[in-house]
C-alpha cells in the first residue's frame, strides 16, 4: 500500500510537473512575444508593474487560502467520506470569494492611479496614468483567476490534475494569440486585454474539470458553516504571511527598481520567471503532498508522514543545486535564445542575465519552501509561518535597500535568495519542533553534499566544452545557438546523472525506478 501510495503521489507530480513545463514554455513564448514588440525599457516596466496590485488582491484572498486551509478542510471532508460537508463548503467560498473580490476589484480600478503611485513611486506622472489603465483590465482578469483558486482547489483535494493541469495551458496560449493580433490596434495593452480573455477561458476550463467530479452546487453564502469557519480561522495567518512576502516582492521589483535605471523592472521580472521553472518541480511535489500529508497527520501515522516529507526534501535538493549551477554557467545563452528579438537588444540580454545568476543561487531555498510551507499547512499550523515571515520581511527589506541601490538589479537579486535561505531555515529548524520529528538531516546533508559536488564538475565541464563548441556560422543564428544550447545542456544532464550514479545518490535510483516502472506499465501485454 505504502509503495501504491509512494506511486501514486509520483505519477500526479509527473503529470503537473508536465503540465507546469508547456505551460511555463508557453509564458516564455508570451514574454518573447511582448520583448520582440517592445523591447525592455519603461513600456514593458509599465506593464510588469499594472499586474502587482491584481496579484497582490489575489494572493492575499484567495492563494494562501487553497494551500494553507482549503485543500486541507476539504481533504479531512473527504477521509470522513462526508462528501455532502465538501460540496456545501465549496459553494459557500465560491460564493464568498465572487462578491469579496468583485467588491476589491471595484474599488482597486477607482482607486488604481494612487495604488499605482505607491508601488512605483519612481513613475512620472503619464507613466502613472498609462499604468492605472493597465492595471484596471489586469483588475476584471484576477476576479477569474481567484474564482478558479477555489475550483483548482476543489480539484486538488480530490487528486484530480486534469482541468488544472490544461487551463493554463489555456490561458497562456490565449495570452500570446490574442496579444499578438491586438498589439497592432492596442499596443502593450494587448497584452492586458489578452491576459484578461485568457483567464476567462482557464475558468472554462475549471468548470469543465470541477463539472467531472459531480458537483453540488448551492447558492448559499454561510459564513458561520463550520468548514468556512475553519478555512477562515487557518486562512487569517498565511494572508499575513502572503502580504509580507508580497510586500518584499515588492520592494525586490517594484519599488526600489522604479528609481533603477528604464528596464531594471521588465529584467527582474523576466529573470525571476527563468528561475521559476526548475522551482515548479518542487511546488508541483508539494501540491500533490499536501492532501497525503493531511490524512498521514489525520492518521497518526508518523513514520510516513516523515519519510515523505523527508524523501520530497532531498528530491528537491537533486534537483535544484544542478539547475542553479546550471543556470549560473549558461544564463546568458538561455535569455539571448528566449528574449532577444526584435527590440530586446544585446545590452538587454546582459542586464537579464545578471539578475538571472544571483535570482538562480537561491532556487534551492525557493524549492525546500514549497514543501516545508504545505507540511506546516498540512499539521493545521498557520501561526508558525506567520512569524518566520516577518523575521524573513526584516531580513529581506534590510538586504533590498541595502544591496538595491548599492549594487542594482543585481544586488536586488542576490538580496531575494539570501532571503529565501534565511526563511527556508528557520522553517526546517520548527517544523521540526512542530511536529516533533527528526526529518533524516543527515541524509538530507549527504544529499546536498553530492549534489554540490556533481553540480560543480558538471559545470567546470560545461565552461570548458563551450568554449570549444563551435558550429558553422552559417547556420541562423536563433537554429545555431539553439543546437549549442541543447548540446550543452544535455551534456550537462548526462553528466550530472553520471556523476551521481557513481556517488551512489539514492535519488538518482529512486527516479530511475519511477521512470522504468511508468514505462514497462505503458508496453501492451504479450501475446
Not at 252 to 274: D, E, H
Not at 375 to 399: N, Q
Request: include cysteine.
Amino acid at each position: 500500500m505504502t509503495e501504491q501510495r509512494t506511486m501514486g503521489l509520483a505519477r500526479s507530480a509527473a503529470i503537473l510537473s508536465l503540465a507546469s513545463a508547456i505551460s511555463r514554455i508557453l509564458g516564455f513564448l508570451r514574454n518573447t512575444a511582448i520583448s520582440a514588440l517592445f523591447g525592455q525599457n519603461r513600456l514593458t516596466d509599465m506593464l510588469n508593474t499594472s499586474f502587482v496590485i491584481p496579484d497582490t488582491i489575489y494572493l492575499i484572498l484567495v492563494g494562501g487560502g487553497v494551500s494553507s486551509a482549503f485543500i486541507p478542510v476539504l481533504s479531512s471532508y473527504l477521509a470522513e467520506q462526508d462528501e455532502d460537508a465538501v460540496w456545501q463548503t465549496v459553494s459557500i467560498a465560491f460564493n464568498l470569494v465572487l462578491a469579496v473580490v468583485g467588491l476589491a476589484v471595484i474599488l482597486g480600478m477607482i482607486w488604481a492611479p494612487a495604488l499605482v503611485h505607491l508601488v512605483a513611486p519612481g513613475f512620472t506622472p503619464d507613466q502613472v496614468a498609462y499604468t492605472a489603465y493597465l492595471t484596471r483590465i489586469v483588475l476584471i482578469a484576477i476576479l477569474f483567476h481567484c474564482l478558479n483558486g477555489v475550483l483548482i482547489g476543489t480539484e486538488y483535494a480530490y487528486q484530480s490534475f486534469i482541468g488544472t493541469a490544461i487551463g493554463p495551458l489555456v490561458y497562456n496560449a490565449a495570452i500570446i494569440v490574442f496579444g499578438l493580433a491586438l498589439a497592432g490596434r492596442y499596443g502593450i495593452a494587448a497584452f492586458a486585454i489578452a491576459t484578461l480573455i485568457g483567464a476567462a477561458l482557464n475558468f472554462l476550463v475549471q468548470v469543465w474539470g470541477i463539472w467531472r467530479l459531480r458537483p453540488r452546487y448551492r447558492w448559499t453564502m454561510d459564513w458561520r458553516n463550520p468548514g468556512i469557519r475553519k478555512i477562515l480561522k487557518l486562512m487569517l495567518p498565511v494572508t499575513i504571511g502572503l502580504s509580507i512576502a508580497q510586500l518584499n516582492l515588492f520592494f525586490n521589483q517594484t519599488f526600489i527598481a522604479s528609481f533603477l535605471p528604464k528596464g531594471s523592472i521588465n529584467a527582474l521580472t523576466i529573470s525571476s520567471r527563468v528561475v521559476l521553472v526548475p522551482i515548479l518541480f518542487a511546488s508541483s511535489i508539494g501540491i500533490t503532498l499536501l492532501p497525503a500529508l493531511t490524512r498521514m497527520f489525520l492518521e497518526h501515522d508518523q513514520a510516513a508522514f516523515t519519510h515523505y516529507l523527508s524523501a520530497s526534501l532531498r528530491a528537491v535538493v537533486f534537483i535544484s543545486i544542478p539547475a542553479t549551477v546550471g543556470l549560473v554557467v549558461l544564463g546568458q545563452p538561455v535569455i539571448r535564445i528566449l528574449f532577444q528579438h526584435g527590440n530586446f537588444t544585446s545590452a538587454d540580454t546582459l542586464a537579464t542575465t545578471a539578475a538571472l545568476v544571483f535570482y538562480s543561487l537561491g532556487i534551492t531555498a525557493y524549492g525546500a519552501y514549497e514543501i516545508l510551507s504545505r507540511a506546516f499547512y498540512a499539521i493545521k499550523d498557520t501561526i508558525t509561518p506567520l512569524w518566520i515571515g516577518l523575521a524573513t520581511l526584516a531580513v529581506g527589506t534590510a538586504l533590498n535597500f541595502t544591496l538595491g541601490p548599492a549594487f542594482g538589479i543585481r544586488g536586488l537579486a542576490l538580496a531575494y535568495s539570501l532571503a529565501g535561505f534565511v526563511n527556508v531555515a528557520l522553517l526546517f529548524y520548527y517544523l521540526q519542533v512542530k511536529a516533533r520529528t527528526r526529518f533524516e538531516a543527515r541524509r538530507l546533508a549527504q544529499t546536498a553534499g553530492k549534489s554540490i559536488l556533481a553540480a560543480t564538475l558538471m559545470g567546470l565541464l560545461l565552461v570548458l566544452v563551450s568554449q570549444y563548441l563551435v558550429l558553422p556560422v552559417a547556420w541562423p543564428r536563433l537554429f545555431r545557438e539553439g543546437v549549442e544550447l541543447s548540446l550543452l545542456v544535455a551534456l550537462g544532464v548526462g553528466s550530472y546523472s553520471l556523476l551521481a550514479w557513481l556517488l551512489r545518490m539514492e535519488e538518482l535510483v529512486a527516479l530511475i525506478n519511477i521512470l522504468g516502472r511508468r514505462l514497462h506499465r505503458s508496453r501492451p501485454a504479450a501475446g
